[in-house]
């Protein structure tokens, strides 16, 4: 069937719910668990490459309006990384050759490694100290059995409703109202 407006948003809305149905099942407790690494870390670091990394740099504005120390890698104010700081990452196929040799230094400089993937068996998962599992396809497959959207865009929707959700999680933790946040909304723009 050729897709008209209306037939991609339904494949788009019933692929995310059914992602977001999947997680509920499977990925609630690593959550909360991603939100206590948050929490507890010195700063936050977000990487991750072309539209997964997108996604990511949505994840560090939130945490930046709760007031979390929160780098986007690989711009030029980012400082170095160190014991204590968390890097959060996102890969579909965990072999990002950017994205783990990143994740290999942060560990080296004595931070935690997060990953948000579709494996937990590929070299960043194996450098991570947790890993959140999105059941999407990765942008290398094209049968469109895991998701008939292209290259990877499923994982990568999943990865800014995971960091929503991280985010929502932490502000209901933190007590702090709207009205708290706003003022770290940017007012330059």
Avoid: C
Wanted: net charge negative; no cysteine; aromatic share 4%.
């Amino acid at each position: 069937m050729q897709q008209n407006g209306r037939n991609a948003l339904r494949t788009v809305a019933d692929e995310v719910a059914g992602l977001l149905d999947r997680l509920v099942e499977t990925a609630g407790g690593q959550l909360d668990d991603l939100a206590d690494l948050v929490t507890t870390a010195d700063r936050v670091f977000v990487h991750g490459a072309g539209r997964s990394g997108i996604a990511l740099r949505m994840t560090a504005m939130r945490l930046m309006h709760l007031g979390i120390t929160t780098h986007v890698v690989g711009e030029v104010t980012t400082p170095a990384i160190g014991s204590g700081d968390l890097l959060l990452t996102a890969s579909g196929s965990g072999t990002t050759s950017g994205i783990v040799r990143a994740a290999e230094t942060a560990s080296a400089a004595g931070a935690t490694v997060a990953a948000i993937s579709t494996t937990d068996d590929a070299p960043l998962s194996r450098t991570a100290r947790m890993t959140v599992l999105l059941p999407a396809a990765t942008k290398t497959d094209r049968s469109g059995v895991a998701s008939e959207q292209y290259a990877g865009s499923l994982f990568e929707q999943g990865v800014a409703l995971l960091g929503d959700a991280m985010f929502h999680t932490l502000w209901q933790r933190s007590g702090q109202s709207a009205d708290d946040l706003w003022p770290r909304h940017a007012n330059i723009e």
